[in-house]
């Protein structure tokens, strides 16, 4: 069985970045409680735990000499005022795409617009980002939330509509294309962040590659459970935590094996996975080898590829390349003449 690994599985910047500030910390003999878990992984947030950190549900509940960290997915405006009254040390490590959406949430207050939300109203990212700004919000899971949204209290209103960074791709392009069409006074700001838009599309490009796709990550995490949701479109899709959840029955006729991981799942984790399913489905390759499988599949800009055409259109056609990735050649580049048609290539 071959197991292909998609390029961009684990950390994503704004995690990494917050595991780092904390067990640097840690490392120095700081006092550090987080405000609630820092990542969605219970197996790193229980590492944390026993170097000495502290998961605190509230302010309040903060002990006296300990440092804060706000984790990646950032607080409501009113988390700093509390922490700054009490004189607590913190450190912010909310993801820099989060604080991007935060800005507009602040601006949607000062310029009088409604504050459209495509994302899990429950979810502590949706929630930090609601928390700045006053004015008039409203949440929405999907499309048919969307339409069924009366509209502004005031028609005059202008509308910032923005995404929660993890939301499903498919469905902000549905929403953005609604909204577009009924409130031409909206202002879209396409805040998914990168790392999610390229988890996203890897998951969808090897789902349609493999027989099944092993999704590593936290069983609450939003960004994992969307991988599964895309994956699941075009094959079958499990979710594991750990190794220990693998399931021989999976991989029974199984040709080929994909696997990925949630912007929360550390790379320790992503080895611990590849190398069971290599030591129980397929000895004759290790996680380094499948690592390296992995490196000399991906195409890089510049890169000279054979190809064979999958499908024509009108004004493109569309190649296998024998990678994650499917390439694409518009007419434009194949010649300057106009009145040329794709199929005379």
Known sequence: MEIRLAKTAGFCFGVNRAVELTYGLLNEGHKVAT??????????????????????????????????????????RTIYDTLEQRGIVYHDATCPFVKKIQNIAARAEA??????????????????????????????????????????SDPQKPIFAVAQTTFQVTKWQESSEFLKKAYTNARIFDTICNATWARQQ???????????????GGHHSSNTQKLVQVAAKH?????VETASELRPEWFVDVKTAGVTAGASTPSSIIEEVLNS???????????????????EKRVHAGSIVKGIVTSISANEIQVDIGAKQTGFVKLSELTDDSSAKVEDW
Request: hydrophobic content about 40%; some cysteine; glycine content about 8%.
């Open 35 to 76: 405000l609630g878990p820092l990542i969605h992984n219970p197996q790193a947030v229980d590492d944390m735990k026993r170097r000495g950190a502290l998961v605190a549900d509230t302010v309040e509940d903060i002990p006296t000499g300990y440092e804060v960290i706000i984790r990646s997915h950032g607080v409501p």
């Open 277 to 295: 399913m290599s030591a129980e489905i397929n000895d004759s390759m290790s996680f380094e080898e499948m690592l390296n499988a992995s490196e």
């Open 235 to 239: 094959t079958r899709a499990v979710t």
């Open 202 to 216: 890897e998951a969808e490009d090897l789902s349609q590659q493999c027989d099944i796709i092993v999704v590593i």
């Open 111 to 152: 310029e009088g617009a409604v504050l459209l939300v495509a994302g899990d109203a429950a979810h502590p990212e949706v929630q930090g980002i609601v928390g700045h700004t006053r004015g008039e919000v409203f949440v929405f899971s999907d499309l048919d939330e969307l339409k069924a949204w009366k509209g502004p």
